[in-house]
């Protein structure tokens, strides 16, 4: 997950160990949902970094107690949210861009459907250790058929 701060470590959350795949359309059927919630975990992440820089430069009218209650809140809402779309079956990649991917299958190989907050729709995909500069069109991707 991006982020400069340490806090990401602590934010993370593992993935499942039995992995969902999905088809181009299933993803693209789902992208209502991760919209939505990634749309909240990149709001959150923001909001995550503001308050621990403001929390390690501390102001005369800040109240460290308060500050560092809000930062707990926070970061348990960010994990709350990412739980979700490991639930879902996503992996989430970047916080702060709101990048992440579904598993799937191609030619029998696994390989990653990616999507990044403000797309329209899954349109790339890329092999599972090539990431997001790896990224091609979705029209060169073959998936398997579903059985």
Known sequence: ???????????????RSRRKTFTVR???????LVRRIVA???????????LTERHQRRGAGDDPLAL????????DRLRELVEELNGIGVEL???????????????GRDVYLC????????????D??????????????REAKKH
């Not at 997950?1 to 934010?11: K, W």
């Not at 990044?116 to 890329?126: F, P, Q």
């Open 93 to 107: 990649k970047d916080l702060e861009a709101g990048l992440l991917d579904f598993p799937a299958k191609s030619a």
């Open 40 to 50: 909240d975990v990149v709001e959150h992440w923001s909001q995550l970094q503001r």
């Open 26 to 32: 299933e993803a693209n059927c789902a992208l209502p």
């Open 115 to 126: 999507w990044k907050l403000g797309e329209a729709a899954v349109d790339y995909w890329h």
């Open 1 to 15: 997950m991006s982020g400069s701060d340490a806090s990401a470590s602590r934010v993370s959350v593992k993935p």
């Open 68 to 75: 560092e209650d809000q930062i707990r809140d926070t970061r």
């Open 128 to 141: 599972c250790s090539a990431g997001f500069a790896g990224r091609r069109p979705i029209s060169e991707l």
